[in-house]
């Protein structure tokens, strides 16, 4: 039986379409998918022998968290054994806190499935699907918006990027990219998304969907530039009518050294 550690965003309601889950939510999230059961971080060790009491053999991540904080007081005794673990996560960055959760199901005993290994649709083949074609100035422009990838992730923060005219405009932030894109204001340019070198992919992998293609429309960019098998696409039918219709580009790049 496969858990679905469900966050914010439409990624859960993604992985579900045609697949049963127990689905679970960390107090404060509310997907928008029926939830099972709510839980608190403090209470990790006890949902922990609950889904195994549920016949949970696998659990996927999917959606959006913040990290939440740890009220000592709250602690359960199932979970006092990794507060020094859960601690050490919160501290770490973004794919140190990810490692350090999938290590706490992995040694509890369960097998951790990535979500575009669950929907395996949402991964789009490489190539160019829109009307419109990446030109000379684009493509340099993903190869700087690559490099840039590269040392967002060294320093373990964002997965996008605006590259705009050769220059870097701004870095995906803690609010995500959407909001990124909503502070943009160009003519000409393009969103660039990847996952960070080296990531565990069964967690975090970016995505991007319908609200991502209007930004970028709004934004006055040319298009979206993602990393082949790398992003995951929500609604891609929807998204190519909305790049079509706005003759911008999405470009599915495959992964180049640079």
Not at 40 to 62: D, P
Not at 66 to 80: E, G, N
Not at 219 to 248: C, S
Request: proline share 6%.
């Amino acid at each position: 039986m496969l858990a679905l550690i469900a966050g914010t965003g439409g990624l859960p309601a993604a992985i579900l379409k045609g697949r049963e889950a127990y689905v679970c939510a960390m107090v404060g999230f509310v997907p928008d998918v029926p939830v099972d059961i709510t839980f608190r971080i403090e209470h990790l060790g006890s949902i922990l022998a609950h889904l195994k009491g549920q016949g949970v053999t696998e659990v996927c991540f999917a959606g959006a968290v913040k990290r939440p904080r740890i009220d000592p007081s709250a602690i359960d005794a199932a979970t006092r054994p990794l507060v020094p673990i859960i601690q050490a996560a919160i501290a770490a960055g973004d794919d140190g806190a990810l490692r350090a959760v999938i290590g706490i199901f992995e040694n509890a005993g369960f097998v951790v499935r990535a979500a575009h290994e669950l929907a395996r649709e949402l991964l789009p083949v490489a190539g160019v699907p829109t009307k419109r074609k990446p030109d000379a100035d684009m493509m340099a422009e993903a190869v700087l918006g690559d490099r840039v990838l590269v040392k967002l992730g060294e320093m373990d923060r964002g997965q996008a990027c605006v590259i705009s005219h050769g220059m870097l405009l701004v870095e995906e932030g803690p609010e995500g990219t959407d909001a990124m894109i909503a502070e943009v204001k160009a003519k000409g340019g393009i969103l660039f998304k990847g996952p960070k070198p080296n990531q565990d992919r069964r967690a975090d992998l970016p995505v991007i969907g319908v609200g991502t293609a209007q930004g970028v429309v709004a934004a006055g960019l040319d298009g979206i530039v993602i990393e082949a098998g790398g992003v995951m696409v929500l609604d891609l039918p929807e998204v190519l009518e909305i790049l079509n219709g706005a003759d911008k580009v999405l470009w599915v790049r495959p992964r180049t050294e640079t």
